[in-house]
């Protein structure tokens, strides 16, 4: 089961960063993030009202706020970086964050057998070598680079923060909840005092009729976002931290499979072999 919802997390996450990586590239990153968790928002409350999860209310909610805290951070970060450089290249970096909740695993007491530990090492070789990453070059793909190193430990620390947010199913339509709230409110904040110094909510020209036409796509992404940390929870909590975090960390091989689909972005002969090699990675940490 761990392997099935962690995989799963790794097709919604792939997906939906594609998506908000397609949208930053018309609408500024800050409404993209915040339009997108409002979407969230509306239907997770509808989902929490409809199966009583309100009763599940308590400290462990905590968790939650921090993961909503640190969660627009993160994407905002990424969202500038997908727009800044090729998917492929820059998604592959953003997995990197799974060394955080695999690290809490660890000091959690969890050890992993030879296979696993092999495919660790074996899956996150791969994750980084499917991008093809280009450390070096022209000044805006090393902004691209740290934004996107700074995105990773974001999504790191979400990933260990909702993990311990819930222990039943209605429990956590609750803790995804309140974690999109805290998304919007921590998102609109920062959107209103880019706003106030100049900068712009609205696409350029103020053509609200582009976020109009998105808004299905907007969706997408919200409520794909909002799965894969619902499937990553259940699998962290149904098998070890550390299996689950890097089979859900092999989403950037989505991400790059899409860009090369729709977008015709070409996979190098390093990143195949990377595809190969997080594939290769998954297979010893399934067994």
């Avoid at 999860?53 to 969660?71: D, I, M, N, S, Y």
């Avoid at 899956?123 to 070598?129: E, H, R």
């Amino acid at each position: 089961m761990t392997a099935l919802f962690a995989l799963a997390t790794s097709l919604l996450w792939g997906l939906a960063d594609f998506g908000g990586g397609l949208l930053t590239r018309r609408i500024p990153a800050l409404t993209v993030v915040v339009a997108s968790q409002t979407i969230a928002v509306v239907v997770l409350g509808a989902i929490v009202v409809a199966t009583g999860g309100w009763t599940e209310w308590g400290p462990q909610l905590w968790f939650a706020v921090a993961a909503g805290l640190v969660g627009p951070v993160a994407m905002l970060a990424f969202y500038k970086a997908l727009a800044l450089g090729p998917m492929g290249v820059v998604s592959p970096l953003g997995s990197l964050g799974v060394a955080v909740p695999v690290g809490v695993g660890l000091l959690l007491g969890e050890r992993p057998g030879l296979a696993q530990f092999a495919g660790i090492a074996v899956a996150v070789a791969g994750i980084v070598l499917a991008g093809g990453p280009e450390l070096r070059g022209a000044p805006v793909r090393r902004r691209a680079v740290l934004l996107t190193l700074v995105a990773a430990f974001g999504f790191g620390g979400v990933m260990a923060l909702i993990a311990e947010a819930s222990t039943t199913p209605t429990g956590l339509f609750l803790a995804l909840f309140v974690q999109r709230v805290t998304n919007v409110a921590a998102g609109g904040t920062a959107l209103y005092l880019s706003v106030r110094r100049g900068g712009r909510a609205l696409p350029e020209g103020s053509d609200l009729r582009i976020v109009r036409a998105s808004l299905p796509a907007l969706a997408f992404v919200g409520l794909a976002d909002v799965a894969a940390n619902g499937t990553y929870s259940v699998a962290a909590q149904n098998g070890p931290v550390t299996v689950a975090a890097v089979l859900s960390s092999v989403y950037p091989v989505v991400t790059a499979l899409a860009a090369r689909a729709v977008l015709d972005e070409r996979l190098r002969g390093i990143q195949a072999v990377g595809a190969g090699l997080a594939l290769a990675g998954t297979v010893l940490l399934a067994t």
